[in-house]
């Protein structure tokens, strides 16, 4: 959730994750059946919210779907009506979603289920009526046999530990990442950025979604972190790292200490948080 948070909407062409199947390696993977990535790793995961203590309600929200291998955290736009119904939306539809019997297939049902989830968000505004605009960021995470997907949009975020090293993996859809990008400002500064509350895309606040694809590979021992902004807002990623370290072999104890420190460092805004780890069945 955002105080007044800004939206810029912008209109651009259909998610594009399916032509990254056409590369190589995904072409040698892409008929095979989903359910044979259990036999690779066992993937341990656990998820917790709150509202922090500035914030009157918790429009975070966030889906563990362990037994079809996906992993939601939704961020709904503070400062516009309905956010809560936004980041819900999204993770009750996604709850519904069952792996296909490929690759390809699970990836289209889950870009379809996001995509329809914009289309029903679009209505709840158009019924508030006055030029109104609900909204929600997204991190959506898929894991198959060893590789790891991820769709999103807006600034929630996923990172990833591997040999003590924390890697963000995502791109904020945000003013301020922009500005970075183009060296107007260093990263270090943007949280304190004036417009670091503009966000460039989220699910429902235009009629025409484009959601980032992206696929990683998976070895032992990753743990990945899929957060709302109220985490590393409050808790800048050089503090993340040492929280990881101390809690890297249990994901309810990592979660749980994540949040806490984000609250100590703050609670200036809901919070959200998933922790995964993947490790080679013995």
């Not at 975070?60 to 779907?65: K, P």
């Not at 049902?109 to 329809?116: D, G, H, K």
Request: contains cysteine.
């Amino acid at each position: 959730m955002r105080d007044s948070a800004i939206i810029l909407p912008i209109v651009a062409s259909m998610p594009e994750s399916i032509k990254k199947f056409k590369g190589l390696e995904l072409q040698l993977y892409k008929t095979q059946s989903t359910t044979e990535q259990s036999a690779i790793f066992h993937i341990d995961s656990n998820g917790v919210t709150d509202t922090g203590h500035v914030r009157t309600r918790n429009e975070d929200s966030y889906l563990v779907l362990p037994e079809q291998n996906l992993w939601v955290v939704a961020d709904g736009m503070g400062g516009h009506h309905a956010g809560d119904f936004a980041s819900q939306s999204i993770t009750q539809n996604l709850a519904l979603f069952k792996q296909a019997n490929s690759l390809e297939e699970s990836i289209l049902l889950l870009e379809e289920n996001v995509i329809n989830t914009n289309a029903i968000i679009r209505k709840k505004a158009e019924k508030l009526g006055k030029g109104m605009t609900i909204g929600a960021t997204v991190v959506c995470v898929y894991i198959w046999q060893n590789f790891l997907f991820a769709f999103w949009a807006g600034d929630s975020r996923l990172y990833r530990f591997r040999d003590e090293q924390l890697s963000r993996l995502t791109e904020d859809h945000s003013y301020v990442e922009e500005l970075v990008k183009m060296g107007k400002i260093e990263a270090k500064d943007a949280e304190a950025h004036p417009a670091s509350n503009v966000v460039l895309r989220a699910v429902g606040i235009d009629d025409t979604l484009r959601l980032d694809f992206e696929y990683f590979d998976l070895l032992d021992d990753d743990i990945f972190i899929i957060c709302s902004d109220g985490l590393y807002k409050d808790l800048a990623e050089d503090k993340i790292s040492p929280i990881i370290q101390d809690n890297k072999d249990d994901m309810d104890k990592l979660a749980h200490s994540l949040l806490s420190s984000s609250l100590a460092a703050g609670g200036t805004d809901n919070t959200s948080i998933i922790t995964i780890k993947v490790s080679n069945k013995q």
